[in-house]
Nanobody, 122 residues
Framework: QVQLEESGGGLVQAGGSLRLSCAGS????????MGWFRRAPGKEHEFVGA???????NYADSVKGRFTISRDNAKNTVYLQMSSLKPEGTAGYYC????????????????WGQGTQVTVSS
């Protein structure tokens, strides 16, 4: 069983940047595709992006060009670099392990972290 723990959230002004980390334990993440989702208050989980085990990426249109996902398999960690943040990006951010970086649905991901809160002030 793999455990995931996100970190790096916080308060940032609009236009700013933030890097989130997702550390895995219990099992290597290198065999998983890793996705990032976010959930704003009162809304469903929204796909942000994903990365394959070999580093191929897939992004939602809403973050394309502003967010970058990377992974360090030696550290068993996945990262979400966010720039040009917007107030509508305020949400809990979650990493999740799945079988394909093409998967964009919550139910397609097997393991989830507890999330880290990102608040973007205008």
């Amino acid at each position: 069983q793999v455990q995931l723990e996100e970190s790096g959230g916080g308060l940032v002004q609009a236009g700013g940047s933030l890097r989130l980390s997702c550390a895995g334990s219990g099992r290597t993440l290198s065999t998983y595709a890793m996705g990032w989702f976010r959930r704003a208050p009162g809304k469903e989980h929204e796909f942000v992006g994903a990365i394959s085990w070999r580093g191929n990426t897939n992004y939602a249109d809403s973050v394309k060009g502003r967010f970058t996902i990377s992974r360090d398999n030696a550290k068993n960690t996945v990262y979400l670099q966010m720039s040009s943040l917007k107030p509508e990006g305020t949400a809990g951010y979650y990493c999740a392990a799945g079988r394909s970086y093409h998967y964009t649905k919550k139910y397609e991901h097997e393991h989830w972290g507890q999330g880290t809160q990102v608040t973007v002030s205008s």
